[in-house]
């Protein structure tokens, strides 16, 4: 199982490189400030010209259902902070966390829009 979490996370670091150019360069510093639940923290974030796909900790229950993502806009391009509004009070603890996408018509995004990430990167449980 370790391989196959290890080949994931190299898929994926893969994948956001070749998907650099979808987001910007420098770090965002949107205020968190009366935004809905807390900040949730992400273990990787990737873009396509019409999704972005995060992946966040789970205790075996998080759903999209789970975490809203939130858009503000900072020097014309796309800020999105994951909030979880949620608690996932499971017991079965994945190390590899969840995969969940939002299309950019659900993000109110024009396909190929500039975006970048209001959350802080955590690694998984190992």
């Known amino acids: 199982m370790h391989d196959s979490i290890v080949k994931r996370w190299a898929m994926i670091a893969a994948v956001s490189a070749s998907l650099s150019a979808c987001a910007t360069a420098s770090e965002p510093n949107v205020s968190t ?3 809905p639940g807390a900040l949730e923290p992400i273990h990787a974030a990737a873009f396509t010209k019409d999704q972005a796909v995060f992946w966040v900790s789970s205790n075996g229950c998080t759903r999209k259902e789970d975490l809203i993502p939130i858009v503000s806009l900072q020097g014309g391009n796309a800020v999105i902070t994951l909030r979880r509004i949620d608690e996932d009070k499971c017991r079965d603890n994945r190390a590899e966390g969840v995969e969940l996408k939002w299309s950019f018509e659900e993000l109110g995004l ?14 998984p449980q190992t």
């Open 110 to 123: 024009k396909p190929g829009s500039p975006v970048s990430v209001n959350n802080p990167y955590q690694l």
């Open 33 to 35: 400030a009366g935004m």
